[in-house]
């Protein structure tokens, strides 16, 4: 079956420190894989996608590539910030005859920043 | 702005009882979905609707139903609450065209089955 793995949290880091949130996956198919965050009280959020291997998806300063070889889609930021604490969640989406979108999510990840 | 919009925020209901949470999107897309959010285990397909009309079961649909009403708006009922229904819930929406278009997601509906 299609699944998502991601490393267990919660996380906490000192502000300004490198981030890497690890995400596995398995699937029959293509997936598109996708990152998104939800902020205390909130939905969630699209953080940033990659629809094919070798991709590379950015925003906010995370980074994630796709890389089919390992079936991972690690996400990263360089220097991280209070803004940043939230819950993170990694996603896979299979193509869909009926263009729905089915997505199949992570348990989610919790990441504290620290000042 | 609003986007979706989710009521209620917050419900307390006994076992046995019934309630329809509401979900409506002003972004004019064509699928809607409801999730579930528990500790521990992300979120989980409940139902969705690829366009108006259609309605199909997700990975966890029993226990519920959904109405598609129109466009706009996609309903969650619980005809006979449980505990094991104390969840998160929240609705997401999406537009259907070329490309991989981001489900837009509500605030969430805290809802707890005593």
């Known amino acids: 079956g299609n699944s998502v793995t991601q490393m267990e949290g919660p996380v906490t880091l000192s502000e300004e420190a490198f981030l890497t949130i690890n995400c596995t996956y398995t699937?029959?198919?293509?997936?598109?894989l996708f990152w998104y965050v939800q902020y205390p009280g909130e939905g969630l959020q699209l953080l940033l996608k990659?629809?094919?291997?070798?991709d590379k998806g950015s925003n906010k300063g995370f980074e994630a590539t796709y890389r089919k070889e390992t079936t991972s889609f690690h996400l990263e930021k360089g220097s991280v910030q209070v803004s940043d604490s939230a819950v993170y969640f990694c996603a896979l989406r299979l193509p869909s005859i009926q263009g729905a979108q089915k997505l199949v999510f992570g348990q989610g990840t919790r990441l504290t920043i620290n000042p | 702005n609003a986007g979706v919009t989710q009521t209620p925020k917050f419900q307390v209901l006994k076992t046995g009882q019934s309630m329809t949470l509401q979900c409506a999107q002003d972004m004019n897309h064509n699928s809607m979905y409801w999730y579930r959010q528990d500790p521990g285990m992300g979120l989980r397909l409940i139902y969705y609707?690829?366009?108006?009309?259609?309605?199909d079961k997700g990975e966890v649909p029993n226990g519920y139903n959904v109405s598609r009403l129109n466009k706009r708006e996609f309903s969650l009922r619980l005809e006979s609450a449980a505990p094991s229904q104390t969840s998160v819930y929240f609705c997401a929406s999406s537009l259907v065209k070329a490309g991989n278009q981001p489900q837009h997601f509500g605030d969430g509906t805290r809802l707890s089955i005593l």
């Open positions: 609707s690829a366009s108006e009309g259609t309605t």
């Open positions: 990659a629809t094919k291997a070798d």
């Open positions: 699937a029959t198919g293509y997936p598109s």
